[in-house]
Nanobody, 128 residues
Framework: QVQLVESGGGSVQAGGSLRLSCAAS????????VAWFRQTPGKEREGIAI????????DYADSVKGRFTLSQDNAKNTVYLQMNSLKLEDTAMYYC?????????????????????WGQGTQVTVSS
């Protein structure tokens, strides 16, 4: 049974940092494309960061580029999203997702329906 479990969310002041974790069981991250999405009420789920199979390459949405950093610990089967310089607009529910195989390139890389596995989400709230 595949399970992705996010953790690390919480409340932080603008300019602060948080590190989200996504621990996997039932799959091996080194062979999966893994991404983080976020969603606020009334808006579509937005892909923000993706880590290429094996953790060799990462890519980010413009909204988080330069502030968020992905990393992968294959020994712990966990992907981390380090979020720095948080802004009010980063407030959202954050989800990790994965599918077996290589990540797509370009805009299709965040196509939601290609991600077979999703976590339950972790809330991030940024306040002024």
């Amino acid at each position: 049974q595949v399970q992705l479990v996010e953790s690390g969310g919480g409340s932080v002041q603008a300019g602060g940092s948080l590190r989200l974790s996504c621990a996997a069981s039932g799959i091996t991250y080194s062979t999966y494309c893994v991404a983080w999405f976020r969603q606020t009420p009334g808006k579509e789920r937005e892909g923000i960061a993706i880590i290429v199979t094996g953790g060799r390459f990462t890519d980010y949405a413009d909204s988080v580029k330069g502030r968020f950093t992905l990393s992968q610990d294959n020994a712990k089967n966990t992907v981390y999203l380090q979020m720095n310089s948080l802004k009010l607009e980063d407030t959202a529910m954050y989800y990790c997702a994965a599918y077996l195989g290589a990540c797509l390139v370009g805009p299709p890389k965040f196509t939601r329906n290609i991600f077979a596995y999703w976590g339950q989400g972790t809330q991030v709230t940024v306040s002024s």
